[in-house]
């Protein structure tokens, strides 16, 4: 998108959230331990039932944050076309998560958690604020989820 372009109307930009939680496979899971210590990694993701599922290691400092601090802040990569997630974090055995989130995983990664360590475990994220914006011209409008309700 060039500088010169017009902002995008808040529908347009949830529609573009949408369409990118759908095809992008790598999302940045930022979190905090009990002293507040950050960690930020990148992880395959899946959008599934309104919320974002990962999966990784119950045993890592992502995985024992997200359990413990039960918050997360997710983000896609690139500076110019932001959306930042922050949401609510809900931890589920490997075995546990609801029908068709595995099988929602697996079909847009390639891997199937089940089969690999018992260490693993599922985490939603139900977002709960999401923001969107192109650069300084989108700032204004970059709310387009609060309390966990879509704005548009």
Same mark, same amino acid.
């Given at each position: 998108? =060039? +500088?010169t372009a017009p *902002? /995008? #109307? *808040? /529908? /347009? /930009? =949830?529609?573009?959230?949408? &369409?990118r939680l759908e095809r992008e496979e790598d999302i940045w899971v930022a979190t905090a331990d009990a002293d507040g210590l950050p960690c930020m990694v990148p %992880?395959?993701?899946?959008? !599934? @039932? #309104?919320?974002?599922? %990962?999966? $990784?290691?119950? $045993?890592? *400092? $992502? @995985? !024992?944050?997200?359990?413990? @601090?039960a918050r997360a802040r997710l983000a896609f990569g690139h500076t110019r076309d932001v959306v930042? +997630? &922050?949401g609510e974090v809900e931890t589920f055995g490997l075995r546990q998560a609801p029908s068709g989130v595995a099988e929602a995983f697996l079909a847009k990664t390639g891997w199937d958690p089940r089969e690999d360590s018992a260490s693993y475990a599922w985490f939603r994220v139900r977002p709960l604020t999401v923001q969107a914006w192109h650069e300084v011209r989108e700032l204004k409008k970059r709310h387009i989820m609060r309390d966990g309700v879509w704005t548009v």
């Amino acid at each position: 998108m =060039k +500088i010169t372009a017009p *902002p /995008r #109307e *808040p /529908r /347009r /930009r =949830k529609q573009d959230v949408l &369409d990118r939680l759908e095809r992008e496979e790598d999302i940045w899971v930022a979190t905090a331990d009990a002293d507040g210590l950050p960690c930020m990694v990148p %992880l395959w993701f899946v959008w !599934h @039932g #309104e919320s974002v599922w %990962l999966c $990784t290691r119950l $045993t890592n *400092p $992502t @995985g !024992h944050n997200l359990r413990a @601090g039960a918050r997360a802040r997710l983000a896609f990569g690139h500076t110019r076309d932001v959306v930042l +997630i &922050d949401g609510e974090v809900e931890t589920f055995g490997l075995r546990q998560a609801p029908s068709g989130v595995a099988e929602a995983f697996l079909a847009k990664t390639g891997w199937d958690p089940r089969e690999d360590s018992a260490s693993y475990a599922w985490f939603r994220v139900r977002p709960l604020t999401v923001q969107a914006w192109h650069e300084v011209r989108e700032l204004k409008k970059r709310h387009i989820m609060r309390d966990g309700v879509w704005t548009v």
